[in-house]
């Protein structure tokens, strides 16, 4: 493919892929306008650019050279290495876009929030990771400690590198209904969340390849303070807080898609918060029988001290009844971690689902914007040109030409945000289809479980009656 097969947005980004042996970026416009645009593609600079590897939902795995047919508009967005959150570049290299499209997930990264500790009024999580990615991870191995407000701090500053892209949610910071702060369930329902977040991070084909997350995993303790944790940014991150929640309010022209996907994760919310509470209360309520059951066998062990005549009977009993409790405590044991919690993530996730959406609405306003900048100063330029003002015309032209390009580039944006998007919902309802099946699969198997060692308990029991029975006579 040679350079006329590309139009680029400037020349700097012409410069670059020309100067460049890394792979690059393009977004495909198709030209049958039946097909969605914002297509990501990986082109291949080496080989005099010759490659262009077609990513996209349409025409999956096709490979477009100058030799071949080629249906698409091809237009520079971003390539390179680094993130820069202007220019949207994108991390790291050919693999994780093609995987990010191809809604496949990265495991050359097992992270593990293996620990936690309490030191004086705040708790420290051992985060260790074990990782086979090579560059930029000179070792395969690293323990790190981290607080909570780092985590925050992590999740921050990926939203800024991800706009379009969601992020896992965090454990809620305090939870007033259950937990008091620091009680050891508190702590390990935290850990647990802190946990699962690192690992989607860690699983996702673009985001894990970050800078930012690099440092996190790897900085020694004593120096994360230097990555830049401060609360300078913290006027700019309310404006932008403000703006992203009233542009939904301000678009002309809102995505009914992504209309459709915010009423959804509404619903979703209501009715996991409903299961949620609904497997709570039995939780509760098998442990107040757990307790209840723990009583009756006190009480029948006090009755077996003062009564002989039915001491086998009462013996044979109260050790079924124990049997029981044995079994209802390993079902009690793990609903939290892998149940309730996991419940509670996919509640939480609603609330990302719902930001992400705002974050995307903020970039299509900021293209709305500009496009209404470019109508009123072409209006202008009519208006001079009928008067005559050679110099006001002279002066809009160049700003009516400045807008244009504004406008195709934040069209561009618009086009990779909804692209982005779309692939980040594939993903998420994908790992939500396979979460809830564990869950509930989790759920079977523990009522399964319990109910067969009870059922086999009373066999246990009937037949030493039945023997005792028989001894009898």
């Not at 980004?13 to 990501?40: C, F, H």
């Not at 698409?72 to 570049?89: A, D, P, Y």
């Not at 259950?178 to 860690?202: C, D, E, V, Y």
Request: contains cysteine.
């Amino acid at each position: 493919m040679d350079s006329n097969d590309v139009e680029f947005v400037n020349e700097e980004d012409e410069e670059r892929v020309s100067s460049t042996t890394e792979p690059a970026t393009v977004l495909i416009t198709s030209n049958d306008e039946d097909t969605p645009p914002a297509v990501v593609a990986d082109i291949s600079t080496e080989d005099s650019k010759e490659t262009l590897t077609h990513r996209g939902s349409a025409s999956r795995g096709k490979v477009f050279s100058k030799d071949g047919d080629r249906p698409s508009t091809l237009k520079m967005i971003f390539g390179g290495r680094r993130v820069n959150r202007q220019s949207r570049m994108v991390d790291h290299d050919q693999r994780t876009l093609e995987s990010a499209h191809g809604y496949q997930s990265v495991d050359d990264i097992d992270v593990t929030v293996s620990d936690h500790q309490k030191l004086e009024n705040y708790v420290v999580y051992t985060v260790q990771t074990k990782t086979t990615r090579g560059d930029p991870f000179d070792r395969m191995y690293y323990t790190v400690r981290r607080r909570y407000k780092d985590f925050l701090w992590l999740r921050e500053k990926l939203e800024e590198a991800f706009p379009a892209h969601l992020l896992p949610p965090m454990p809620e910071k305090l939870s007033m209904q259950r937990w008091t702060h620091f009680t050891p369930s508190f702590m390990i329902a935290r850990q647990n969340g802190l946990n699962k977040f690192l690992q989607r991070i860690a699983s996702h084909p673009v985001i894990s390849f970050n800078e930012i997350f690099y440092q996190f995993l790897t900085t020694p303790d004593h120096e994360l303070p230097d990555l830049g944790m401060d609360t300078a940014g913290l006027f700019s991150r309310m404006n932008t807080s403000l703006r992203t929640s009233l542009s939904a309010m301000m678009l002309r022209n809102p995505s009914a898609e992504f209309a459709n996907t915010s009423d959804y994760v509404d619903k979703l919310r209501q009715q996991l918060e409903e299961v949620r509470k609904v497997e709570q209360t039995i939780a509760d309520e098998n442990a107040e029988m757990l307790s209840a059951m723990k009583l009756l066998s006190m009480a029948l062990q006090d009755w077996l001290k003062v009564d002989n005549d039915v001491s086998d009977t009462l013996t044979a009993v109260t050790h079924c009844l124990d049997k029981q409790i044995q079994a209802l405590e390993g079902s009690l044991a793990g609903i939290d971690p892998t149940v309730l919690q996991p419940l509670k993530e996919y509640y939480l996730y609603t609330d990302s689902v719902k930001q992400v959406l705002k974050r995307r609405d903020a970039v299509q306003m900021d293209y709305e914007m500009f496009v209404d900048d470019l109508r009123k100063k072409e209006e202008e330029l009519d208006a001079a040109r009928t008067t005559g003002q050679q110099d006001k015309i002279t002066a809009l032209e160049t700003r009516v030409r400045d807008l244009s390009q504004q406008v195709d580039r934040k069209s561009d944006l618009v086009d990779i945000a909804n692209a982005d998007l779309k692939a980040e919902f594939d993903r998420w309802h994908s790992y939500k289809r396979m979460d809830m099946k564990e869950i509930f699969t989790e759920i079977a198997d523990r009522q399964i479980s319990y109910h067969q060692q009870c059922r086999d308990a009373f066999r246990e029991t009937i037949e030493k009656l039945e023997r005792g029975r028989g001894e009898e006579t």
